[in-house]
């Protein structure tokens, strides 16, 4: 379980490997993501408890380390997770997502001791929020210390960052402590693929040289079928073996 705690002010700019390049996401137009800075790239795959609620994430596949390389984000490529460069599936992967994420549609949960900001367009389908009753009812109602931190760890184990928290008396964000990396969302069983979880605050660039705002915690569509392109919707829940 990754360690939580209030970030600090500046964001780690490169990666110990690589100080002449700052760790960043290219979006290409009606291509890959062009990954650059020797950012990690691993299998991230969702584990549940035993009421079948998800939990925790357990790190799967790790791939042979690169200072740049292509991720497929129409799902298509013969290559996947890598764009095989063919491009042919005609898949519409222009950007729709507005570059502030939820200027308008956060929602606050207030509770005695945390609050909670809920951007659900942010929504990947991880799923982390519902165990022990839903973050929602553990932030606004909780019953003990306990459901406190069942709130804090639902909040950071979100791959999107549609969940942020934070201590009802500070304005800081209880973030996880999240390396820059790439992690690829797997279900439990091989039930199917989720989307690219970019962490630890990797710049995203758009295709026109636009930068996203830096977030400890995004996720990127990698099915082709997000309607807020280029972060993940949860459509590819549609794709999910049942």
């Known amino acids: 379980m990754p360690e939580m705690k209030e970030p600090s002010s500046k964001r780690s700019a490169v990666l110990q490997n690589h100080p002449a390049q700052e760790p960043k996401i290219t979006v290409e137009r009606d291509g890959p993501y062009r990954v650059s800075g020797g950012i990690p790239l691993s299998e991230q795959e969702i584990v549940k408890d035993a009421e079948g609620f998800s939990e925790t994430w357990r790190t799967g596949k790790t791939y ?131 989307p690219v979880w970019v962490r630890g605050g990797v710049l995203i660039e758009s295709a026109d040289s636009k930068p996203y705002p830096v977030r400890n915690r995004v996720t990127l569509c990698r099915c082709g079928r997000s309607a807020n392109k280029p972060f993940c919707d949860g459509s590819h829940r549609d794709l999910l073996r049942k």
């Open 64 to 194: 042979p380390p690169q200072d740049d390389y292509a991720l497929c984000r129409c799902g298509h490529a013969r290559t996947a997770p890598f764009c095989d460069g063919s491009h042919s599936c005609r898949t519409n992967l222009t950007e729709t997502a507005p570059y502030h994420p939820c200027p308008d549609q956060v929602r606050r949960y207030d509770g005695p001791f945390l609050s909670l900001s809920d951007c659900t367009p942010l929504c990947a389908s991880a799923k982390f929020c519902d165990r022990a009753g839903g973050i929602w009812s553990l932030t606004t109602s909780p019953d003990s210390a306990e459901a406190e931190g069942i709130a804090i760890t639902e909040a950071g184990n979100c791959p999107s960052g549609r969940l942020v928290i934070r201590n009802a008396a500070r304005s800081a964000p209880i973030e996880p402590h999240l390396e820059p990396s790439l992690g690829l969302v797997e279900y439990p069983d091989g039930a199917g693929h989720g």
